[in-house]
């Protein structure tokens, strides 16, 4: 009997290895079709010793992300392949590992860390062991999405978090070959990782206090600080995310500002513009609802310069509501829709760091006298705004990492709960 048994459990293990790569015909690109077709047997490797591992949770390989369990059981799982990240040449496995973290007890990058310690790193092992005669790839790319629950206006919710790792190659065979787990954590810190599209480390920093794999002899030149970035898609259909009731992530005070902020540079920034702002304006008047008086202008805010387009957001008198309900409705009926078409006046990557969406709230005529206009500023990074024109994140999640002003006092906004009427939807901050 137990020969029978271990006979079936390889006979599984190499089933669902072959379910789980993706078929090289499928692959557009003639150089990832070739890789796939080349390392077929070592990408089936990978899938079957995930297989044959114990993940503390269920475990599914996935082409989409956030899907429900029982809908995951029946849903296409062929996800490991090779693809393509800012010119490199990396293999892509995306996931979703069914663990519910609590807010409450742990942290943002406490879940994020949780998730490459239970599911990432040991199909790094897997990977890394595999492709170690190979020359490809040049990285290792994960999409893993887990489950977080909170407890909001006492009443248990629960949405999903994305964990994306890209790692270097010689990152990732340091990592796997150390055991000392400072070694292990510099070797992480050489990739780029983010919680829902935004820049995280799954150490806190200092990263003196880390043991560097190769430390060099000689003191390197001091180097100036990248911005952090938001990763391009690496699956189609990532923005179908679930909105998170709060997504904790980077503070936008800490987002590098592209340039000083002074009157004469934001002047500078206008002429440079200009011709675009004025195209913008002529194309995007009747849907943007442009104040004709104060056209869009480049303004100094937080050490940096943003755009500030001042528009009108009209809402239906039924719609009434504290200022908190009628800002959510503001975004989601009228600003969420120009994000996109004015992103796009800016394809090639703009010079400044962000955009104020300046929208004056009012209700349909005939509403009450004493009914006075909400002036809402949503101010967003340029950074943040591409990943949301991409479908890498969501509203929430941009609201969440972004400025929101009502009536000069900045709040945290969550439109789930104000557009339903929620008395404590929000916390005011102070700006």
């Known amino acids: 009997m137990r020969v029978t048994n271990a006979i079936l459990m390889l006979f599984l293990a190499v089933a669902a290895g072959r379910a789980q790569v993706l078929a090289p015909e499928e692959i557009r690109d003639a150089q990832l079709r070739a890789l796939q077709q080349k390392y077929w047997n070592e990408l089936k490797l990978i899938t079957q010793a995930a297989?044959?591992?114990?993940?503390?949770?269920?475990?599914?390989?996935?082409?989409?992300?956030?899907?429900?369990?029982?809908?995951?059981?029946?849903?296409?799982?062929?996800?490991?392949?090779?693809?393509r990240y800012e010119g490199k040449v990396v293999l892509k496995i995306t996931a979703n590992y069914f663990v519910s973290?609590?807010?409450?007890?742990?942290?943002?990058?406490?879940r994020a860390r949780q998730t490459f310690q239970s599911v990432m790193l040991p199909l790094l092992q897997a990977e890394v062991h595999a492709l170690e005669k190979a020359d490809v790839p040049?990285?290792?790319?994960?999409?893993?999405?887990?489950?977080?629950?909170?407890?909001?206006?006492?009443?248990?919710?629960?949405a999903v978090e994305n964990v994306v790792l890209v790692l270097?190659?010689?990152?990732?065979?340091?990592?796997?070959?150390?055991?000392?787990?400072?070694?292990?954590?510099?070797?992480?810190?050489?990739?780029?990782?983010?919680?829902?599209?935004?820049?995280?480390?799954?150490?806190?920093?200092?990263?003196?206090?880390?043991?560097?794999?190769?430390a060099p002899q000689t003191p390197p030149a001091p180097v100036?600080?990248?911005?952090?970035?938001?990763?391009?898609?690496?699956?189609?259909?990532?923005?179908?995310?679930?909105?998170?009731?709060?997504?904790?992530?980077?503070s936008p005070e800490k987002l590098p500002a592209a340039r000083g902020a002074s009157p004469d540079a934001a002047k500078e920034m206008q002429k440079s513009y200009q011709s675009i702002l004025d195209r913008m304006a002529q194309e995007m008047g009747s849907q943007a609802r442009f104040v004709s008086y104060a056209p869009p202008a480049f303004i100094p805010f937080h050490n940096g310069l943003y755009l500030q387009l001042p528009v009108t957001t009209t809402l239906s008198k039924a719609t009434a509501g504290s200022q908190y309900r009628l800002a959510a409705l503001a975004f989601d009926q009228h600003i969420a829709h120009l994000i996109r078409p004015v992103v796009a006046y800016f394809k090639d990557g703009g010079d400044f760091d962000g955009i104020d969406f300046s929208t004056t709230v009012r209700l349909t005529p005939g509403q009450d006298a004493d009914t006075s206009p909400v002036a809402v500023e949503f101010i967003f990074p340029l950074k943040l705004l591409s990943s949301y024109a991409e479908y890498n994140s969501t509203g929430q999640q941009l609201i969440d990492a972004s400025f929101?002003?009502?009536?000069?006092?900045?709040?945290?906004?969550?439109?789930?709960?104000?557009?339903?009427?929620?008395?404590?939807?929000?916390?005011?901050?102070s700006p």
Request: charged share 25%; proline share 8%; net charge negative.
């Open 404 to 429: 929101v002003l009502i009536n000069g006092e900045r709040v945290s906004l969550n439109l789930q709960a104000a557009e339903g009427g929620s008395p404590d939807q929000v916390r005011t901050e």
């Open 51 to 83: 297989a044959a591992h114990n993940f503390p949770y269920h475990f599914y390989f996935s082409r989409k992300l956030d899907l429900q369990e029982k809908d995951q059981t029946g849903s296409d799982q062929r996800s490991v392949q090779f693809d």
């Open 224 to 250: 100036a600080t990248p911005e952090p970035t938001v990763p391009p898609r690496l699956m189609k259909g990532i923005g179908a995310l679930a909105v998170p009731a709060k997504v904790a992530v980077e």
């Open 138 to 158: 040049q990285a290792f790319a994960f999409e893993i999405s887990h489950h977080v629950r909170k407890r909001v206006l006492g009443v248990s919710s629960e």
């Open 101 to 110: 973290y609590s807010a409450e007890l742990m942290k943002p990058e406490e």
């Open 168 to 214: 270097p190659r010689e990152a990732a065979q340091r990592l796997v070959a150390a055991t000392d787990p400072k070694v292990q954590q510099a070797s992480v810190l050489e990739g780029e990782a983010y919680l829902n599209a935004v820049p995280i480390s799954f150490w806190p920093r200092p990263e003196e206090e880390l043991v560097q794999a190769t």
